[in-house]
Structures are given as C-alpha cells and as structure tokens.
C-alpha cells in the first residue's frame, strides 16, 4: 500500500522518471485551421502531395498534424484526386 502511494506520487512529479524526449515534441497546429487563406483544392497536386507518402498513401493525421475536421476534408480531396487521375492510388 505505502509502495503504491510512492509510485504515483514520483509519477506526478516529473523529477525521477522525466524523459526530455518527450519535451521536445511540439503539439502539432493544424496547417488548415493557422492559414486561413489556405485552400485545399482537389485540382491541385502539388498542395495535396504534402498529404501523401511516396507510396502515394495518404498520410496519418500524426504525421499531418490536421485537426479531425480537415483531415478528413484532405481525405475526400485526395480521393477526388485520384478519381481524376491527378494524383496516382498507388506507386511503384
Ligand atoms: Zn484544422
């Protein structure tokens, strides 16, 4: 009992168990929601390749740092993309 009363006390302060890894990391702002003249725009390929991997995968939202709302607007355009040809589903 005394034991477990020790542990979650050293896990509140961060002083024992601190990694500065996870200092470091920066919360993520979604580049639709800072821009406000940023337009995501389905004919435009080159904006939407910053949102897919070099397999031509769309990328998770860990990796775009999007909001749950954009993220899935640059889902749909990727997809339109593709279905015009603009973007390709696959690579190599
Ligand atoms: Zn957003």
């Given at each position: 009992m005394a034991d477990k009363k020790q542990r979650k006390n050293?896990?509140?302060?961060?002083?024992?168990?601190?990694?500065?890894k996870f200092r470091k990391q920066r919360k993520k702002v979604c580049v639709l929601?800072?821009?406000k003249n940023f337009v995501l725009d389905y004919k435009n390929p080159e904006q939407l390749?910053?949102?897919?991997?070099?397999?031509?995968?769309?990328?998770?939202?860990?990796?775009?740092?999007?909001?749950?709302?954009?993220?899935r607007?640059?889902?749909?355009?990727?997809?339109?993309?593709?279905h015009i040809a603009i973007l390709p589903y696959t690579q190599n």
């Open positions: 050293n896990k509140n302060n961060y002083d024992e168990d601190y990694n500065p929601c800072s821009d390749r910053k949102f897919i991997n070099e397999k031509g995968k769309i990328l998770p939202r860990r990796s775009t740092g999007a909001c749950s709302k954009h993220q607007d640059i889902t749909t355009a990727v997809k339109r993309a593709r």
